[in-house]
């Protein structure tokens, strides 16, 4: 089974359909775990409970780059390969990857009121992310506003690949520009300086977060399908009822001339 | 190489003629930063120290609004269709087009700093500040914004959905031409590293604005 196998999308359609629950199963599983272990985590000795946001922002923030980097290589898929699921997966993934974006940016700013004494601050990663957030709705308004599927993917292809590129240079450029927020702490040189209390559980949550997005997005991806289909089916009984109506007025035509013969 | 130039002497020629539009921007610029002191109030202080910020934006928002057209005219009447099946690459031609606007629509802003300058009660060393990092980074937002342009003449769409894609690719110019300016003016900070950064940033948008833009122009007309 290779990923060209799946152009096909009736074949995609009955793989997600046995590979869903299983997928969906895992997740819930996955989530109840972390969210346990969250819940009954040390509290942190200088930020007390509110530490415990961590284990959901954190998985957040992560996804809302992960997906951005899924986005381009579909788009790479749209672009070079000319895989026919490739926009699919864009322009699916790009609502999921908004609200995880959404998502880390509320937690965050609602882990910043206690810590930091502000919900929003102009730091160089609260800004970085609110500007991918941006661009996530970016995309969103431009797949909404052409009517042309493919046409509409050619070009958030493009965009999203650009944005690919962008996003390291606004990150950096943040970055110099002002910063508060704290650095990276688990994946850094010399391993994380999280305590393993802390670092299972948010391991637990962020695969339990990935698994979450593959599963929306296996999800999304069937939808959009779908919705294709109807709307090809819809265009088809349009122009059906529009040429049967055409013939209509050409015979009714025919039989007044005939008449006035 | 006659073709690149016949190209770039074209284009100016039309951006500066009746029916052209480029030196609208210069006056949209103009009416931008005389719109500010009715909004901040006329308090020459605090003017003097928004001065870099606005004129910064000023020009972003100028470059923005007059690219709109950088590929629309020559859609319409055709002389697109040409220059994609001519035998100069499009990458090449995509450049050639970004950098004659630039000439004709990008340097007259910096031409018109100074006396803008002069409204925002900036110094001597300030403007001349403020006019160097504009010339350094005016270009990446041509270039930058050419992607836009390229989409909107695609989609058949352009206006408020364009400035919603090219703006927030634009913010690394914002910063660094903002921070350069106040650099010389008030900062801590050297002039030289912002601006140098600055540079490097014109010098990417001119490797991936005209890939990224005629691979759009590719793969959208028909």
Known sequence: ?261 | MTALSALILRDIRIALRVGGGALIGVLFFLTVVVLMPFAVGPDLALLSRLGPAILWLGALLASLLTLDRLFMADHEDGSLDLITMGRMPLELACAAKALAHWLAAGLPLIVATPLLGLLLNLDMVATGAVALTLLAGTPALTFTGMIGAALAVTLHRGGLLMAVLVLPLSIPVLIFGVAASQAVIVGPMTFGAPFSILCALSLVSFVIGPFAAAASLRHGLD
Not at chain 1, 17 to 39: C, E, F, K, N
Not at chain 1, 196 to 224: G, W, Y
């Open chain 1, 1 to 261: 089974m290779t990923l060209i196998d799946l152009a096909n999308p009736t074949r995609f359609l009955a793989l997600t359909a046995r590979v869903l629950p299983w997928l969906a199963a895992a997740t819930v599983i996955l989530l109840a775990i972390g969210l346990y272990q969250s819940a009954y985590a040390p509290d942190d000795y200088q930020q007390g409970a509110t530490v415990k946001i961590m284990f959901i922002h954190v998985p957040n923030a992560w996804l809302s780059m992960f997906v951005w980097g899924v986005m381009s290589i579909a788009s790479l898929g749209t672009l070079v390969w000319r895989h026919p699921l490739a926009d699919v997966a864009a322009k699916a993934a790009a609502p999921i990857g908004a609200s995880f974006t959404f998502l880390a940016l509320l937690t965050g700013s609602l882990w910043g009121r206690p810590m930091w004494g502000t919900y929003w601050e102009w730091d160089a990663r609260l800004t970085s992310v609110l500007i991918l957030f941006l661009m996530y709705l970016g995309l969103m308004a431009l797949w909404r506003a052409v009517d042309d599927p493919s046409r509409a993917a050619r070009a958030a292809a493009v965009l999203t690949l650009v944005g690919a590129i962008n996003l390291p240079i606004i990150k950096f450029s943040v970055d110099w520009w002002n910063t508060l927020h704290q650095p990276a702490s688990v994946m850094r040189m010399g391993g994380s300086t999280l305590d393993k209390s802390f670092l299972i559980p948010l391991l637990v949550m962020a695969i339990a977060f990935t698994l979450l997005f593959v599963t929306l997005h296996l999800a999304a991806m069937r939808n959009e399908i779908l919705r294709r289909r109807v709307r090809s089916l819809q265009m088809m009984q349009a122009s059906r009822v529009a040429f049967s109506s055409e013939l209509g007025t050409g015979s009714h035509q025919e039989n007044a001339s005939k008449g006035a013969a």
